[in-house]
């Protein structure tokens, strides 16, 4: 007769232990980042990003005919704006034959049956790289706000089936809600970019997407040392109408992940974001780490904190594992 726990019963055998996993991830749970560039004739290799590419306008249909046939159910779109046609004001992403909305209806033409979500937002089309109107105090919040009601509707015209605004803009997801309601298209979802941390995690996605930064972004995104601020952003979207919450980035936030879950029954997003992948794949490249199980040691940790998608550059080659049925620690 013992008297403490012996755990290790339950992890006896490869099949006992599949028995009694927690969490697991599925296809369902999978959002594909792709960066669609206007001026590219080919794919173009990230040097920071091995294994993402900015995509051909020209070759978007294919691969997302191509993405379907894997069984991949979402895809987040970010536009690549040639250097000439970016302005103060991101002006191409409000009109309805700019790279934003011919983007989105192609996406969604060649794989009706996919998610396609439009990140709403001004980074990839402004000259100065902000997320919105800049003044000389800085970024304009309700000028911003203007601009990124128009730009919702500018994507839902074009075909999107989610909303995803970046900009971390104060009010941001009632101004979209409302423009949203008032153009008839009530019935689209917003993600909200609720807790989107000021963090140094994005670099690769700044080289990826073209976006020439002047400055920083401390003003509109969230301190990385503030996690009672963040819960209150996120509770603050969803008062606002947001149907979806989204933490980013991800591994450094698991904490904010994990106490969002307990404090609200929308379906919460976390974004494994463009450092974060290039950590793993850089270090795997030097031999430092199996590759491949961190990848789903990772993804993994996401569902155990509280995730119900994750926007991941692994979506991919996590899918192969899932239909392979080898998707375990």
């Known amino acids: 007769m013992t008297d403490f726990m012996r755990g290790r019963r339950l992890r006896g055998s490869a099949a006992l232990r599949d028995l009694v996993r927690e969490q697991t991830v599925r296809a369902d749970d999978l959002v594909y980042p792709i960066f669609v560039s206007e001026t590219a004739t080919d794919f173009e290799p990230i040097g920071s990003m091995p294994g993402v590419s900015r995509v051909p306008e020209a070759k978007l249909a294919a691969l997302m005919r191509e993405l379907h046939a894997e069984g991949l159910k979402a895809v987040m779109l970010f536009g690549v704006l040639a250097e000439n046609r970016k302005d103060a004001v991101g002006s191409d992403s409000l009109n309805d034959k700019g790279l934003l909305a011919r983007m989105v209806k192609t996406a969604k033409q060649a794989a009706p049956d996919m998610v396609v979500m439009a990140d709403i937002c001004f980074c990839e089309y402004t000259d100065h790289g902000h997320c919105g109107v800049v003044h000389d105090h800085g970024v304009d919040n309700d000028a911003t706000l203007e601009n990124l009601a128009k730009q919702a509707v500018v994507a839902a015209r074009a075909g999107a089936d989610v909303l995803a605004p970046s900009a971390m803009m104060d009010g941001q997801v009632a101004a979209i809600r409302a423009a949203l309601d008032a153009s008839g298209f009530s019935h689209l979802p917003i993600l909200a970019y609720s807790s989107k941390f000021a963090s140094a995690l994005y670099g690769p996605f700044r080289e990826a997407a073209g976006c020439g930064l002047k400055g920083d972004r401390k003003t509109y995104q969230m301190d990385p040392f503030n996690g009672r601020e963040a819960l209150r ?52 490249q030097a031999g430092a780490l199996d590759e491949k199980r961190v990848m789903r040691e990772l993804l993994g940790a996401f569902k155990r904190a509280g995730a119900d998608l994750i926007i991941t550059y692994f979506a991919r080659e996590a899918l192969r594992e899932i239909a392979a049925g080898t998707f375990k620690p």
């Open 233 to 284: 952003e996120s509770l603050a979207d969803e008062a606002q109408g947001a149907d979806m919450l989204m933490v980013k980035p991800g591994v450094a936030y698991l904490d904010i992940l994990a106490q969002l879950r307990e404090r609200t029954l929308l379906p919460l997003v976390v974004y494994q974001v463009s450092g974060e992948y290039a950590m793993v794949k850089f270090a795997a």
